[in-house]
């Protein structure tokens, strides 16, 4: 079996310059905490150079990347009580302020499927996030979830059916 090389630094620094903004909006959207959202990517990117370091194999680095700091996300809400995104935004969150690149949530409509987005199941809610909020595709949504994009395309389906039905524009 042929040994992988370990990832060089500029390799590393690449792989930084090109992921850590999409990860910190990531932690930011999920955490509504600058510095904790700083903290996570740094953790991040500390856990994979490890990783990385040890010899071992990973096919998508950017897939990686989330799954790590998935995990660091889904470890400090187990220390912490879970959030509500009403409340967050009651306290002064603002969702739109973390993706301005994204034009998704221009109009009022759009701004009150956002609010909603907190009575959904947490598998529908993180799965439009990451389409809509991270722009992934599906197929990188399904590799990170590790479900197929069928299965992607169906949570992606469902979610906005039941968006649509909470905010009473479908019967």
Do not use: C, H
């Not at 959202?37 to 680095?61: A, C, I, P």
């Not at 400090?76 to 509500?84: A, D, L």
């Not at 992606?156 to 059916?161: M, N, P, Q, T």
């Amino acid at each position: 079996m042929e040994q992988i090389a370990p990832i060089t630094k500029e390799e590393f620094l690449k792989a930084y310059d090109e992921y850590a903004d999409m990860l910190f909006r990531f932690a930011f959207v999920k955490t509504s905490d600058r510095e904790i959202s700083k903290d996570m990517v740094q953790d991040t990117f500390v856990k994979t150079f490890e990783y990385l370091q040890k010899g071992e194999e990973v096919n998508n680095l950017k897939s990686f990347l989330y799954q790590v700091l998935r995990n660091i996300v889904i470890d400090y809400y187990r220390k912490k009580k879970s959030f509500s995104l009403d409340e967050q935004m009651e306290n002064g969150f603002d969702i739109f302020e973390t993706n301005k690149e994204s034009k998704i949530f221009e109009n009022a409509e759009e701004k009150e499927a956002i609010r909603m987005l907190n009575s959904l199941e947490d598998v529908y809610k993180e799965t439009l996030v990451l389409r809509f909020v991270q722009d992934m595709s599906v197929n990188e949504i399904g590799e990170l979830l590790g479900v197929s994009p069928n299965v992607v395309s169906v949570r992606i389906s469902r979610g906005l059916e039941k968006l649509k039905w909470l905010m009473g524009t479908k019967k």
